[in-house]
């Protein structure tokens, strides 16, 4: 699937649960947003739509999207080492898929991406 498909199914998906503004229901209830598995309260719910409120629909779309990241990635001699950091950091993708590499060297790499001066915010 090419990051496009991706990109454009993840924008229907954001697109059709866009009522998630507002609080209709206790999270006990049976309330889609919420599901029981998740032992969250009212402050919670509170918390999560206001975060929600603050993102565009294109931030909602990159908290979507999980890239792949191999053992080559994680150098910062890789070609693919800064765009890597760049989709983590400035187009704020949900998150990394580790294939390979040592936990340490993981683990570092992480906080190399966490650490990583922000173009702009």
């Not at 090419?2 to 998906?13: C, D, E, K, N």
């Not at 999207?65 to 704020?92: A, E």
Request: net charge positive; hydrophobic share 35%.
């Amino acid at each position: 699937m090419s990051i496009i498909t991706a990109i454009v199914l993840a924008i229907v998906f954001v697109s059709s649960s866009s009522n998630i503004s507002g609080i209709n229901n206790h999270p006990n209830q049976n309330d889609p947003r919420y599901p029981k598995v998740f032992n969250i309260d009212e402050k919670d719910i509170a918390w999560i739509e206001s975060l929600l409120d603050t993102m565009s629909l294109r931030d909602k779309c990159a908290q979507m999207i999980m890239l792949p990241v191999y053992r080559n990635y994680m150098y910062s001699t890789s070609p693919y080492y800064k765009s890597t950091i760049s989709y983590v950091r400035d187009k704020k993708v949900g998150g990394l898929i580790m294939f390979q590499g040592e936990l340490q060297q993981q683990i570092e790499f992480i906080s190399k991406v966490r650490n990583y001066p922000i173009s702009h915010c």
